[in-house]
């Protein structure tokens, strides 16, 4: 997920600081998300770095984005995985990114 695009992250009140953040600050959905936990229990820093990726919660997880949100996981980390974190961010501010305003993925609409 690039956390640019989520609305607990564009919010101005209760702002999450991304899954990296610190735990106290994030909403509770954030912190008790089992694929967070699940890499970092892995100590994989990449989903695409466990021996079981594309397991069924990352499965589920796409689906539901890819059908509310326009925007896939499993395609944002086959794109990571291929050409790295700088160009996935590089891409993804173009895409979602219109001068001032970031694109919040779960409202449809610019912050």
């Known amino acids: 997920m690039n956390c640019r695009l989520c609305l607990a992250y564009v919010r101005e009140n209760n ?3 991304g899954c990296n953040g610190v735990n106290k600050l994030k909403i ?3 912190r ?12 994989n820093h990449y989903c695409f ?10 499965k ?3 689906k ?3 059908t509310k949100y326009e925007m896939s996981m499993l395609e944002n980390l ?3 995985k291929k050409h790295g974190i700088g160009k996935f961010v590089a891409r993804e501010n173009k895409r979602w990114i219109k001068g001032d305003k970031v694109y919040c993925v779960h409202h449809h609409k610019y912050y």
């Open 49 to 58: 770095e466990c021996n079981t990726f594309p397991c069924a919660r990352m």
């Open 60 to 62: 589920h997880l796409d």
């Open 78 to 80: 086959a794109y990571i």
């Open 15 to 17: 702002k999450c600081h």
């Open 28 to 30: 509770k959905g954030c």
């Open 64 to 66: 539901r984005y890819s």
């Open 32 to 43: 008790t998300c089992l694929i967070t936990k699940c890499v970092k229990s892995k100590k």
